[in-house]
């Protein structure tokens, strides 16, 4: 199956009409779809498959919040970032006052080709469809 782009008017005020592509988001695969589709493609029973990547949710959580960045080989690396205001004086700056969010950033597995130019595991061989409306 095809990732689907469906092409849409780009709105801004006062500016003539331009269209972009954008991908067409569909159903969320929950953690328990994975862990089944996963235990069918081996000899692990879902409720284990869902269990470790229950745990792993859990402790990645875990460090997370201790300042570690988790990489997951084949998969990516997610780190925890804050979203601050800034302030005339270092004296000044106040946690509860300054930081205005916690966010956590997700760098996905890449490798480099012909030069400079990332390519994307996740990206690689995707198969574009244009849906019509």
């Given at each position: 199956?095809?990732?689907?782009?469906?092409?849409?008017?780009?709105?801004?005020?006062g500016?003539?009409?331009?269209?972009?592509?954008?991908?067409?988001?569909?159903?969320?695969?929950?953690?328990?779809?994975?862990?089944?589709?996963?235990?069918?493609?081996?000899?692990?029973?879902?409720?284990?498959?869902y269990?470790?990547?229950?745990a792993?949710?859990?402790?990645?959580?875990?460090?997370?919040?201790?300042g570690?960045?988790?990489?997951l080989?084949?998969?990516?690396?997610?780190?925890?970032?804050?979203?601050?205001?800034?302030?005339e004086?270092?004296?000044?700056?106040?946690?509860?006052?300054?930081?205005?969010?916690?966010?956590?950033?997700?760098?996905?597995?890449?490798?480099?080709?012909?030069?400079?130019?990332?390519?994307?595991?996740?990206?690689?061989?995707?198969?574009?469809?244009?849906k019509?409306?």
């Amino acid at each position: 199956m095809a990732l689907q782009v469906k092409v849409q008017k780009l709105k801004k005020k006062g500016q003539p009409d331009k269209w972009y592509g954008k991908t067409v988001k569909r159903q969320d695969v929950t953690l328990k779809q994975l862990a089944h589709m996963i235990s069918q493609s081996n000899s692990v029973t879902e409720s284990d498959v869902y269990g470790v990547l229950t745990a792993l949710v859990h402790e990645m959580k875990f460090f997370l919040q201790m300042g570690h960045t988790i990489k997951l080989d084949g998969f990516g690396n997610f780190h925890l970032t804050i979203e601050s205001e800034t302030v005339e004086d270092k004296s000044d700056y106040r946690l509860k006052e300054h930081v205005k969010r916690v966010k956590c950033k997700f760098t996905p597995a890449s490798h480099r080709i012909t030069g400079r130019k990332l390519s994307y595991y996740f990206c690689e061989g995707v198969d574009l469809e244009l849906k019509r409306e």
